[in-house]
Each structure stands twice: as structure tokens, then as C-alpha cells.
């Protein structure tokens, strides 16, 4: 149960990180900022390869 609820802490985490990278982007923005969207899919990457889950986010 321990290891769950760490993989939901990290998610959760990584959700307030890129939250905070893209909060004043349009998504026109977004598209153009080749630095934050790779940030971004690391972020997402890494916080789901740990669980074997795939979430669509785009």
C-alpha cells in the first residue's frame, strides 16, 4: 500500500510542476516554447514510467 500511495505523491508532484511551467502559456505558446513542452513531457514521462500506467494528457 506504501508504494501506491509514493507513485500518487509523485504524480501528484510532477502535475503541480508542470502546471507551473505552463499556467501563463496559451496553448498556441506552449507549442512554440520547445524548452517548457520538453520539460513537460520528461516530467509527465518519468512520473508515469515508475507505475507502468500511460495517461493521455494531450
Known sequence: MKDWILFV???FHACVDI???VKDLTYES???DKR???A???I???SVSQSNISL???
Do not use: Q
Open 9 to 11: 505523491e509523485d504524480i
Open 19 to 21: 502546471e507551473s511551467y
Open 30 to 32: 506552449f507549442l512554440d
Open 36 to 38: 517548457t513542452r520538453d
Open 40 to 42: 513537460t513531457v520528461i
Open 44 to 46: 509527465y514521462s518519468l
Open 56 to 58: 493521455l494528457i494531450f
